[in-house]
């Protein structure tokens, strides 16, 4: 690497693809901070396809464009660069590093087919990137590592790869390896060395940038001596990987082997996933056309990073579930494209950005649309034909038209008003499905309320048009406690989710507390006497019913049992009564909430042959119900969940000592894989309801948890008694 020429693109014009060999697909991973847009920007000014102020013709930001991420002054949603680098189409996709929108990481990830991790000098690596490169290594995506940040005071390139092969290269340390080493300018004001050059270890050139251009000279003898035992280990580590297997032994017996011969193992290793190495990169300083170490990354993504055609055969079935065969990167084949992002525009409407596996996307074509698989993210299952409208390449807001889009390339379809995040798109004649990718589940709720009667109006719309762009959000209509309610992946994803209703779907809405499906029962048996007897003149109520209510096991609902002898109650009005007493159980007999677990036994009653009525014998029963609880002992019964929590051995103990502070039962702990516990517990649902935040911090970052309903049991008589005054005083 750092020997072959170079060739920019040309900025205002989209680069196009003719062939699936001249794409690569990309996605830059890495923690918040770490400098991933900073470094799509470097790399596209690179690239000729901005202006030195990191601008697309229109003045806009190549990413980071949305008005929410310039408020948040973050990332917030998955983006494409598309650049063109020695005639190769590179689709750059720039993804956040907060952990609420790992749900674009994961679109991110799909689309891809390589992943450049970006890691801070200065910060380190987080938790949550390592389990991210796990996931990449168990699939086997071929992945490279860019430094950045190696301005700041605290950089230290020598230390950061260290950390990286401990990290990245934990099963081979051999397979992580610097491709350049840097070369320090004299020191600046503030006393800080800046990197000002590489020194590449396999060309033993130097590649100077002091000067704002890349200059390519001999290495001094000093600059050579630096390079020596890192150019034998990353010589060692590739033949190492070679398929060549005389090659080690031609090396180790004095063989100085060939600069070409070299790079060609480095790239099919790179390719193949089983080699990964470190480069360097910094933004352009002002003036200055390119980036340090920006042509050597593009030049490595080039080629070393797959071709679309290298990509694994992907799995199809038609949408009723009958098998189909498998569809290769072939722009002839069937048509298969899958909708990795969707969002809306205020002029165009729906945009969906697509990657197609097999066959050719093109303009004004009917193409069949099947979402299956997230029906329990309030994404119905849907089959339906569309027609495509323009096809379009995204740099910044600039969306730039295209006559078609080839198997392997990414780009933006206007006006697929079914298409949700996670489609397929298929042939009208022919259609297919693709799995959906694995989704992280939101666990963290935000109950809202609409702000005015407008607001009301619009509201169902909005939701529905917001879950449709984020299958990592989910929507509840809860029917015990009648709130609306957002599932989120964290607070910054619940206040993105808020923007995006008050700013493009025009919804405002206010947070209100979230409730959790609490239930009542007796605590012991009590009886009760319904009277409603009233005459005013006219047609008469009468009714009178006894009655008796014990507790049953947890689980059995309610039973009613009628023991009336003698037609105390006439037999046409004992189905009334049932339906009095049922009624008022819905509606609860302490704090409002469902009765349940109980056998409600009629023993008894009155009537009159001509006021009596079914309405009269339910509002009996309703009484009857409502004064044995008045007289009895009423339990307020709690959800409780069954929890599983994913967390590195090290944190197992303060995960376990939160579970404990939260009224939560740890029945069972295991191995899950080096290094990793998984921790089950039983414990009540309104004890988590922001532990999706909290088990973040206890973890630092590094913690998952999944959660399903076990059964409700007894709130304690203190936390009972505060909800009830919580209820008496309507809050």
Not at 88 to 105: Q, S
Not at 216 to 226: G, K, N, Q, S, T
Not at 373 to 382: N, V
Request: with cysteine; net charge negative; aromatic share 4%.
């Amino acid at each position: 690497m750092g020997a072959t020429s170079h060739q920019a693109g040309a900025a205002g014009r989209a680069p196009a693809a003719d062939r699936p060999s001249s794409l690569r697909n990309v996605v830059l991973v890495g923690h918040s901070g770490a400098g991933k847009t900073t470094l799509v920007e470097a790399l596209a000014l690179t690239a000729g396809a901005v202006n030195r102020a990191g601008r697309v013709e229109d003045g806009t930001a190549v990413s980071d464009y949305d008005e929410i991420e310039h408020r948040q002054q973050r990332s917030v949603q998955l983006s494409l660069v598309p650049v063109e680098w020695a005639g190769i189409k590179i689709n750059i996709l720039d993804t956040p590093g907060y952990a609420d929108f790992v749900g674009e990481l994961r679109a991110g990830l799909r689309a891809a087919d390589a992943a450049l991790f970006v890691v801070s000098s200065s910060d380190g690596i987080d938790g949550a990137t390592r389990m991210v490169w796990d996931e990449c290594a168990a699939v086997g995506m071929p992945r490279a590592i860019v430094v950045t940040h190696l301005e700041a005071a605290r950089a230290d390139y020598a230390q950061m790869t260290a950390v990286c092969g401990e990290i990245f290269g934990a099963d081979d340390p051999d397979a992580v390896i610097p491709l350049y080493l840097p070369l320090y300018g004299p020191p600046g004001p503030d006393g800080h060395t800046p990197v000002a050059g590489l020194l590449g270890l396999l060309s033993r050139r130097v590649y100077d940038y002091t000067s704002g251009e890349r200059v390519e000279r001999d290495p001094e003898p000093a600059e050579l001596d630096l390079i020596s035992d890192a150019r034998s280990r990353l010589i060692e580590g590739i033949i190492a990987e070679s398929e060549d297997e005389s090659l080690m032994d031609r090396y180790l017996g004095g063989e100085d082997i060939d600069f070409k011969t070299l790079v060609d193992d480095l790239e099919r290793a790179v390719a193949r996933g089983t080699f990964h190495p470190v480069l360097m990169a910094a933004p352009a300083a002002d003036g200055a056309r390119q980036g340090l170490g920006t042509v050597e990354l593009l030049e490595l993504i080039t080629g070393a990073f797959p071709t679309p055609l290298e990509r694994a055969a992907v799995s199809v079935t038609a949408p009723d579930g009958a098998e189909r065969p498998d569809v290769t990167c072939d722009p002839d084949g069937p048509l298969v494209a899958e909708v990795v992002k969707t969002s809306s525009d205020p002029y165009v409407g729906r945009v969906s950005l697509v990657r197609v596996f097999s066959g050719t996307l093109r303009p004004e074509e009917t193409v069949h649309v099947s979402g299956h698989g997230l029906a329990d993210r309030g994404h119905e299952d849907h089959d339906v034909d569309e027609r495509i409208g323009t096809l379009t390449s995204p740099f910044g807001k600039q969306q730039r038209t295209l006559t078609q889009v080839i198997a392997g390339d990414l780009a933006c379809v206007a006006k697929l008003t079914r298409a949700e995040t996670g489609d397929t798109l298929s042939a009208k004649d022919r259609p297919l499905l693709m799995e959906p990718w694995p989704m992280p589940d939101p666990l963290l709720p935000l109950a809202i309320a609409a702000h005015s009667k407008a607001d009301e109006d619009k509201l169902s719309q909005g939701l529905a048009r917001l879950v449709a762009e984020d299958p990592t959000m989910r929507l509840e209509q809860n029917p015990d406690t009648h709130q609306v309610v957002l599932w989120c992946l964290g607070e910054a994803h619940q206040d993105v989710a808020l923007e995006r209703l008050r700013s493009r779907y025009g919804v405002q809405v206010d947070p209100v507390p979230h409730k959790v499906s609490l239930r009542e029962t007796f605590g012991a048996k009590a009886s009760g006497r319904g009277r409603h007897v009233k005459q005013s003149g006219g047609h008469g109520q009468f009714a009178i019913c006894e009655i008796e209510v014990e507790p049953l096991p947890p689980g059995s609902g309610i039973e009613f049992v009628d023991k009336v002898v003698g037609g105390a109650v006439p037999r046409q009005f004992i189905p009334s009564v049932e339906k009095g007493v049922r009624t008022q159980a819905a509606r609860g007999v302490a704090a409002g909430h469902p009765l349940v677990d109980v056998r409600i036994t009629l023993l008894d009653g009155k009537a009159h042959s001509v006021d009596s009525s079914d309405a009269a014998f339910q509002t009996a029963g309703a009484l009857a119900l409502r004064e044995a609880a008045a007289e009895a002992r009423i339990h307020l019964l709690e959800p409780v969940a069954e929890l599983s929590v994913l967390v590195p051995d090290e944190y197992v103990g303060p995960v376990m000592s939160d579970l404990a502070g939260r009224r939560g039962r740890v029945v069972g702990t295991e191995q899950a894989g080096a290094g990793r516990t998984e921790v089950r517990a039983e414990i009540p649902e309104i004890e988590i309801g922001r532990y999706a935040v909290e088990l973040r911090s206890v973890s630092h970052g590094t913690g998952r948890f999944t959660r399903a309903y076990a059964r409700h049991e007894p709130m304690p008589p203190q936390i009972a008694d505060k909800v009830r005054e919580q209820a008496e005083k309507g809050i």
